[in-house]
Protein backbone atom coordinates (compact mmCIF):
# COMPACT_ATOMS: atom_id res chain seq x y z
CA UNK A 1 0.00 0.00 0.00
CA UNK A 2 1.39 3.18 -0.96
CA UNK A 3 0.98 6.20 1.66
CA UNK A 4 -0.70 9.04 0.28
CA UNK A 5 0.43 12.03 -1.21
CA UNK A 6 -1.51 14.40 0.23
CA UNK A 7 -0.36 15.66 3.53
CA UNK A 8 -3.65 18.34 3.98
CA UNK A 9 -6.11 16.98 2.53
CA UNK A 10 -8.30 13.65 1.40
CA UNK A 11 -9.34 14.35 -1.56
CA UNK A 12 -12.10 11.78 -1.15
CA UNK A 13 -14.14 13.79 1.03
CA UNK A 14 -15.07 16.08 -1.84
CA UNK A 15 -15.37 13.01 -4.58
CA UNK A 16 -17.87 11.42 -2.16
CA UNK A 17 -19.87 14.61 -1.35
CA UNK A 18 -20.26 15.35 -5.67
CA UNK A 19 -20.99 11.55 -5.67
CA UNK A 20 -18.14 10.51 -7.42
CA UNK A 21 -18.82 12.99 -10.38
CA UNK A 22 -15.60 14.43 -11.63
CA UNK A 23 -16.15 17.61 -13.77
CA UNK A 24 -18.53 18.45 -10.50
CA UNK A 25 -14.92 17.54 -8.07
CA UNK A 26 -13.08 19.52 -10.82
CA UNK A 27 -15.42 22.95 -10.58
CA UNK A 28 -15.70 23.04 -6.32
CA UNK A 29 -11.87 22.79 -6.15
CA UNK A 30 -11.59 25.06 -8.69
CA UNK A 31 -13.79 27.01 -7.23
CA UNK A 32 -12.07 26.60 -3.81
CA UNK A 33 -8.92 27.70 -5.70
CA UNK A 34 -10.53 30.81 -6.21
CA UNK A 35 -12.05 31.93 -3.20
CA UNK A 36 -10.04 30.78 -0.73
CA UNK A 37 -7.91 33.37 -0.93
CA UNK A 38 -10.24 35.88 -0.33
CA UNK A 39 -12.00 34.88 2.42
CA UNK A 40 -8.53 34.10 4.27
CA UNK A 41 -8.03 37.94 3.68
CA UNK A 42 -10.94 39.04 5.02
CA UNK A 43 -10.34 37.25 8.11
CA UNK A 44 -7.11 38.57 8.30
CA UNK A 45 -8.59 42.03 7.74
CA UNK A 46 -11.22 41.37 10.43
CA UNK A 47 -8.57 40.38 13.06
CA UNK A 48 -6.30 43.28 12.34
CA UNK A 49 -9.58 45.55 12.80
CA UNK A 50 -10.25 43.44 16.01
CA UNK A 51 -13.96 43.21 14.31
CA UNK A 52 -14.94 39.69 16.40
CA UNK A 53 -18.03 39.40 14.80
CA UNK A 54 -16.21 39.89 11.04
CA UNK A 55 -13.41 37.24 12.56
CA UNK A 56 -16.43 34.90 13.66
CA UNK A 57 -18.26 35.28 10.04
CA UNK A 58 -15.35 34.71 8.14
CA UNK A 59 -13.65 32.00 9.84
CA UNK A 60 -16.80 30.18 9.80
CA UNK A 61 -17.53 30.59 6.12
CA UNK A 62 -13.85 29.49 5.11
CA UNK A 63 -14.25 26.51 7.81
CA UNK A 64 -17.17 25.00 5.66
CA UNK A 65 -15.28 25.66 2.89
CA UNK A 66 -12.47 23.61 3.66
CA UNK A 67 -14.02 20.96 5.11
CA UNK A 68 -15.48 20.09 2.09
CA UNK A 69 -12.48 19.77 0.44
CA UNK A 70 -11.41 17.55 3.37
CA UNK A 71 -9.20 19.84 5.05
CA UNK A 72 -9.15 18.69 8.09
CA UNK A 73 -6.22 20.53 10.68
CA UNK A 74 -7.22 24.00 8.36
CA UNK A 75 -10.87 22.57 9.18
CA UNK A 76 -9.75 22.65 12.92
CA UNK A 77 -7.64 25.72 12.71
CA UNK A 78 -10.43 27.66 11.57
CA UNK A 79 -12.82 26.03 14.10
CA UNK A 80 -10.38 27.52 17.10
CA UNK A 81 -10.25 30.91 15.77
CA UNK A 82 -14.02 31.03 15.42
CA UNK A 83 -14.34 29.86 18.56
CA UNK A 84 -11.94 32.50 20.08
CA UNK A 85 -13.80 34.97 18.31
CA UNK A 86 -17.18 34.23 19.93
CA UNK A 87 -15.34 34.83 23.19
CA UNK A 88 -13.95 37.74 22.42
CA UNK A 89 -10.38 36.35 23.11
CA UNK A 90 -9.26 38.47 19.98
CA UNK A 91 -5.87 38.98 21.61
CA UNK A 92 -5.05 35.24 20.52
CA UNK A 93 -5.88 36.08 17.20
CA UNK A 94 -2.48 36.62 15.71
CA UNK A 95 -0.56 34.01 17.01
CA UNK A 96 -3.49 31.45 15.35
CA UNK A 97 -3.72 33.08 12.13
CA UNK A 98 0.20 32.64 12.03
CA UNK A 99 -0.13 29.39 12.37
CA UNK A 100 -2.74 28.72 9.92
CA UNK A 101 -0.86 30.47 7.06
CA UNK A 102 1.21 27.65 6.34
CA UNK A 103 -1.22 25.48 6.60
CA UNK A 104 -3.37 27.04 4.29
CA UNK A 105 -0.52 27.27 1.84
CA UNK A 106 -0.18 23.16 2.08
CA UNK A 107 -4.05 22.75 1.53
CA UNK A 108 -4.03 25.03 -1.61
CA UNK A 109 -1.10 23.31 -3.46
CA UNK A 110 -2.89 20.22 -2.81
CA UNK A 111 -6.20 21.55 -4.10
CA UNK A 112 -4.48 21.94 -7.13
CA UNK A 113 -2.75 18.99 -7.39
CA UNK A 114 -5.62 16.95 -6.82
CA UNK A 115 -7.16 18.52 -9.67
CA UNK A 116 -4.83 16.45 -11.73
CA UNK A 117 -4.24 13.78 -10.17
CA UNK A 118 -7.88 12.22 -10.11
CA UNK A 119 -8.51 10.30 -12.88
CA UNK A 120 -11.53 7.80 -12.94
CA UNK A 121 -12.84 8.28 -9.55
CA UNK A 122 -10.34 7.58 -7.87
CA UNK A 123 -6.47 9.18 -6.77
CA UNK A 124 -3.73 8.41 -9.74
CA UNK A 125 -2.10 6.29 -6.68
CA UNK A 126 -4.89 4.75 -5.30
CA UNK A 127 -5.34 3.61 -9.09
CA UNK A 128 -2.13 2.23 -9.19
CA UNK A 129 -2.41 0.38 -5.86
CA UNK A 130 -5.08 -1.72 -7.59
CA UNK A 131 -2.84 -2.85 -9.89
Known amino acids: MQPSPY ?4 PQVLLKAVGGDLDAFRSMTETYLRIAP ?10 AAGDGAAVTRESHALKGTTALVG ?3 LTQQLAQIESLARSAALELLPALLSALEPEFRHVMQEVAASIADIQDGAPQHEQERRR
Open 7 to 10: QSID
Open 38 to 47: PMLARLQQAA
Open 71 to 73: AAR
